[in-house]
């Protein structure tokens, strides 16, 4: 898996110098890096932020340079290393970015509404509750993942498992239910509706919804960047013409949610997820 994420990231900066000029960047306020989730690994990204970033350098005088990551984890690496200045970020990431680094909420993305984490079975799993998952293997998705990696370990924190195995993408979370590698996984029911088609010989039932829904995700600014330009940077982003903001994913206008039990679920999960790595997990 490995290799191949690192394949995509070595067309994606091919991509990256057509852009550029493959020029070395150095890091000062001249600079707005931008920090993206692109699970598929694929350039459409650079075009679909290509005109967003043409204005944000205009308006602001700066140099921007878009920065995706393959997945949640990767992303927190950029994040503890303050090394994004600007983050399209979702709502696990946005808790995490928010709680440990600093980062200020600015805008709320374009999300799905009513977004819930979902622990899914196969439809003929014998699972039928919470408490069935004792010594059973689960399949998460990333650390920075709200819906695939804080709220199910906050919903079965007080089970032992007999193992939890990590997943890049939502997907490959479906296809460990799918293959008999894990008895359950979590993911959200947006990705659910999304990936189980693809997985047409396999059916899936949901074994557990979490009452909470997820905040949208948010734009993020970085705490290194100086407060004037802060402010500025949010004045621009609410300027920008509403179908280019559509475009990249965020409302120009909209109201930063309210990231208190997010915030307070990442730090539980905290607590235990020195014990992630063991076999078996005691989430307790």
């Known amino acids: 898996m490995s ?17 550029t000029g493959c020029k070395s960047t150095p890091k000062s306020e001249g600079v707005l890096t931008i920090g993206v989730i692109n699970y598929d690994g694929g350039g459409e990204i650079i075009d679909k932020f290509a005109k967003f970033s043409n204005i944000l350098a205009q308006k602001t005088k700066a140099r921007t340079r878009l920065e995706p990551a393959f997945n949640e984890n990767k992303a927190i690496e950029r994040l503890s290393s303050q090394a994004w200045s600007l983050v399209f970020a979702p709502p696990g990431l946005a808790a995490v970015a928010i709680a440990r680094y600093q980062y200020i909420p600015v805008l709320p993305l374009v999300g799905v509404s009513n977004l819930r984490s979902v622990l899914v079975v196969r439809k003929d799993s014998p699972i039928q509750d919470l408490k069935q998952l004792q010594g059973k293997t689960v399949a998460l998705g990333q650390p920075g993942s709200a819906t695939g990696y804080y709220l199910p370990l906050y919903n079965l924190y007080g089970l032992t ?10 997907k490959n979370i479906l296809e460990l239910v799918a293959e008999g590698k894990a008895d359950a996984g979590a993911i959200s029911k947006a990705e659910l509706d999304l ?21 949208p995700g948010v734009v993020l600014i970085g705490s290194t960047v100086e407060r004037n330009r802060q402010e500025y940077i949010r004045k621009v982003l609410s300027e920008v013409p509403a179908v280019l903001a559509q475009e990249v994913g965020y409302v120009p206008n909209g109201k930063v949610p309210d990231y208190k039990y997010m915030i307070d679920v990442v730090e539980r999960v905290k607590l235990i997820s020195s014990q992630l790595q063991n076999k078996p997990v005691r989430l307790f």
């Open 161 to 170: 498992l007999a193992e939890i195995l990590s997943a890049p993408t939502p």
């Open 3 to 19: 290799g191949k994420f690192s394949r995509r990231l070595f067309i994606l900066q091919l991509l990256c110098c057509t852009v």
């Open 195 to 215: 990936y189980s088609p693809q997985l047409r010989q396999t059916e899936f039932r949901i074994l557990y919804t979490d009452p909470h829904y997820v905040p």
